[in-house]
């Protein structure tokens, strides 16, 4: 994944913008923007209660990679790519997830559900990790109903519910860098990983 460490600032109205003001609007720098999860976590980790959010974060990957869901992206949105405490003098709660995941050597989608029903559980990834959690697999034939699927996210994700565009954050799934993510995020505050 191509990924770049600049992320456009908070807009006047306390999002991200959807394209980089910076820059033509014809370039790569738009939404969803691709950085690494190392980058995403020094730019929000900017309060104990969003590093907090941010260890959830990193133990629902450490929690998806430990049962084979080891290659993809993720999609992370939600007031908390919101300058949240600014607009509505609150901290965010949760960091919304689309996880676009490769399936598992030897699995298909029902084999690994049932293997891992509680890794799909919405309410307990949510109360567990602070990340209101859906799930999307990569590889597979695409039908009219993926297409829609997909353009769902795309496009609830880019506005706000006052119809404002904004724009959201990509980042790999890979773990190889997760632990000096770790690191990255208790040097932004002190927060430690449970």
Known sequence: MNVSNALPGWSEFGVLPPINPEVPGTSSERS??????????????????????LSGLLRFREEMHKRGIVSGFQWLNGSFLEHIELSEDR?????????????????NQDSFFNKNKELFDHDRIKNKYFVDSYFFVLG???DAFKVQNISYWYSMWSHRRDGLWKGFVQVDLNSSHDA???????????????
């Open 91 to 107: 901290d965010p709660r949760d960091i919304d997830v689309v996880t676009f995941f490769d399936m598992p050597k030897n699995e």
């Open 180 to 194: 000096d993510v770790q690191v990255a995020l208790t040097m932004c505050g002190g927060f430690q990983h449970e």
């Open 32 to 53: 969803p923007y691709r950085v690494s999860l190392e980058d995403f976590v020094i730019r929000f980790g900017t309060s104990e209660k969003r590093r907090e959010i």
């Open 140 to 142: 597979e034939p695409v």
